[in-house]
């Protein structure tokens, strides 16, 4: 256990986090990726120097992994960046080594940035806080016609406080074990996709949809664009399947809306929205009963007692004085005999706000998957279209084009997208 340098800065993994390194193996890690497609061919040099320039003004991506008596916890990271030309493996496991230490990878292909990043820095929203810092100085080092820097970070201003904080820690109250539904935190088994594993890594299907037209269908049915996408995923993945179990979708909800807070870690709850066997009949039936259950369960005095749970749970006697070798020790042996909980997991970062002329044409979001959580799906929207990234682990691809055919029922053109 290598000893803290007093002169080096620390920080605390957040709550969520806590557990990612615990969880994970060289081979299974919680990554993701955010990509962004250019107009042009990336320029590796200019691509590295932007990388130095924003990971000054995010000082908590700019950290490595340290064991301490009972958690990890992040050191500064004073080596330089690197930038590495893609492998064209998807998700491909971090090996800090290679990354001199640094839990994020930033790669290039043709006109493409890609960077994934190991789930216990961040989540999907403080990552794209990233990407487009990470852009819009590229851009500007390249000498693009790059008006202000609306929707992006100030590079030269000084971090804040708010920015490194636990938030689930600010926000938290008090809760007691007796309070706790664990049976309802775990749910029931779920419908697990079917397929043959891929030999040859992860693949990746991507099509691009009007933001416009999902959420004018979706306002028609008494729906958001989120309900409406998964109410087409679970219609699409029971349609396939047969009805032999509960289709359960995963939606992470991002707090800072309903709790303020700027911090560029981990500040995301899931909603389970649970779709059982022939319970619905139409599409329609399936768009609203995802309405209805991201609106009950998506509430602030949900996602506060979800959150409290876990923040108790760490706080609690044998949580703190547990060593954590034991608790690596604890969590491989129980990938033994934990199941999966979701079908599927679907990610919606939203709009992104970019100012014109930094040559960026479409971002792509790409979530975890892994032998029993076989396709995730991530959406971000730019200049007014869609694009939503399926991830598989996986060679059949039967689910995608089938629900690119349920949009169409929907009226909805999905138009296929090369990201080559």
């Given amino acids: 256990m290598k000893k803290k340098n007093p002169r080096l800065k620390t920080y605390r993994l ?3 986090a806590q557990f990612y390194p615990i969880i994970s193996t060289r081979r299974a890690q919680s990554l993701f990726r955010l990509s962004a497609v250019m107009e042009s061919a990336v320029d590796p040099e200019i691509l590295r120097a932007a990388a130095e320039d924003v990971l000054k003004r995010f000082p908590t991506f700019k950290v490595r992994l340290r064991k301490g008596y009972a958690w990890y916890y992040f050191e500064e990271n004073t080596a330089a960046v690197k930038v590495f030309p893609s492998t064209g493996r998807l998700l491909r496991p971090i090996d800090t080594r290679e990354t001199d230490g640094y839990l994020f990878r930033i790669a290039y292909e043709g006109e493409k940035i890609e960077f994934e990043v190991f789930h216990a820095v961040c989540d999907g929203m403080a990552a794209l806080e990233f990407l487009k810092a990470l852009v819009w100085r590229y851009a500007v080092l390249s000498g693009a016609p790059v008006e202000g820097r609306e929707g992006v970070a100030d590079l030269n201003a000084e971090p804040s406080d708010e920015e490194a904080e636990d938030a689930f820690y600010r926000y938290y109250r008090p809760i007691r074990f007796g309070d706790i539904d664990l ?19 992860y693949g990746g299907t991507y099509c691009s949809v009007s933001a416009q037209a999902v959420a004018a269908k979706a306002k028609e049915m008494g729906a958001s664009f989120t309900s409406l996408i998964c109410g087409a995923l679970a219609y699409t993945i029971e349609k396939l399947s047969g009805g032999k179990r509960a289709v359960i979708i995963m939606v992470p909800v991002n707090l800072r809306s309903m709790f303020p807070s700027k911090t560029l870690r981990n500040f995301v709850n899931f909603v389970r929205l649970t779709f059982k066997p022939r319970e619905c009949r139409t599409l329609a039936d399936y768009v609203g009963s995802a309405a209805v259950q991201l609106r ?5 005095e949900e996602m506060e007692k979800f959150f409290a749970t876990t923040v108790r749970t760490e706080k609690s006697l044998p949580m703190r004085i547990s060593p954590l070798w034991f608790k690596i020790l604890m969590a491989r042996i129980g990938r033994f005999f934990l199941k999966s909980r979701q079908t599927m997991i679907f990610s919606n970062v939203g709009r992104v706000v970019m100012p014109k002329g930094c040559g960026l044409k479409r971002i792509l979001f790409n979530l975890n998957v ?4 076989k396709v995730n799906v991530g959406a971000v929207t730019l200049d007014g279209e869609t694009t939503v990234s399926f991830t598989r682990s996986i060679n059949e691809t039967e689910l995608e084009t089938e629900f690119f055919r349920t949009l169409t029922q929907l009226g909805i053109e999905a138009r296929p997208v090369d990201v080559c």
């Fill in 14 to 16: 957040d709550v969520s």
């Fill in 370 to 373: 892994s032998k029993t959580s």
């Fill in 183 to 201: 049976k309802g935190l775990m749910g029931e088994i779920p419908l697990l996709l079917p397929g043959t594993i891929a030999e040859d890594g």
């Fill in 296 to 300: 009950e369960k998506a509430t602030k």
